[in-house]
């Protein structure tokens, strides 16, 4: 016993004197925090917007060295166009387009994605422009081109043609204008009451018309209008809300149609 605890007494007396034990390295802040990607260059911006126009970043409509912003002067013949719109370096941006008149007309659009905007143009001096919220390294630009998507310049016809029908306008009227070789139809929402129903279409030699209320009771049995363009105008009485109109070319060729009802009160 007495050698036990002496032996006990030496061991505790000595000191390790073996390799020590590495330490356990400090994690470093650059290995655990995520680095945010700097901003763009304008530079780089410029390109991007060049690649989305398909253009060439030194083309006209694009951005300069002295502002971000891209913008097109010029004089066009009377046509359709395409006017096009990109952005980078920033969320969105807004397009306006001013023509001789000086009335602008603005579109704002995202960067995401560009802006294709139909231009229907009488003729003369055209200024384009693309403006960021902010300043550089935010870029945009613009370009111009002929319009090649017919339906486009289908659309804007009838649109035309519609707005064109039916003038002037009278007050309280509720008006509408449909398009197609088939049977269609719409709806206005009109109270109950005594109207006038004011008629006319072009394309077929004669059309279809029918009314219902909007809960499917008949206003007007199936009539045929000639369509020569000249409004034909028939008495309606309504008798609960909404005026279903439906027409039909009976030739099956496209026709188009503009409609309107106007309180019996008025002329």
């Not at 007494?9 to 330490?23: K, M």
């Not at 530079?43 to 083309?59: M, S, W």
């Not at 139809?185 to 909007?214: I, K, R, W």
Request: proline share 10%; net charge negative.
């Amino acid at each position: 016993m007495f050698l036990a605890a002496f032996a006990a007494v030496v061991l505790a007396g000595c000191e390790y004197t073996g390799p020590e034990e590495p330490a356990a390295a400090a994690s470093s802040p650059a290995t655990t925090r995520l680095e945010t990607p700097p901003p763009a260059s304008f530079e780089h911006n410029v390109e991007e917007v060049a690649r989305k126009l398909k253009v060439a970043p030194t083309d006209a409509g694009m951005p300069s060295d002295a502002e971000p912003a891209g913008k097109l002067v010029l004089a066009l013949g009377p046509g359709d166009y395409t006017i096009t719109g990109a952005c980078a370096g920033v969320y969105g941006a807004k397009l306006t387009v001013t023509r001789e008149d000086g009335v602008p007309e603005a579109a704002y659009f995202e960067c995401k994605d560009t802006l294709d905007k139909f231009f229907r143009h009488d003729g003369g001096p055209l200024t384009i422009s693309a403006v960021p919220p902010e300043g550089k390294p935010a870029a945009t630009g613009v370009s111009v081109q002929r319009n090649q998507d017919p339906r486009a310049s289908a659309l804007e016809d009838f649109s035309d043609w519609s707005g064109e029908q039916l003038q002037p306008p009278v007050p309280g009227e509720l008006r509408g204008a449909s398009s197609g070789n088939a049977r269609t139809g719409t709806t206005l929402m009109a109270d109950p009451g005594q109207y006038h129903l004011d008629f006319l279409c072009a394309g077929p030699n004669f059309a279809e018309l029918s009314v219902s209320t909007a809960a499917g009771a008949e206003v007007l049995a199936p009539v045929r209008v000639p369509c020569d363009g000249q409004a034909v105008r028939m008495p309606l009485l309504l008798p609960s809300k909404g005026a279903d109109i439906y027409m039909s070319p009976l030739e099956g060729i496209d026709g188009r149609y503009a409609y309107r009802l106007v309180p019996a009160g008025q002329p």
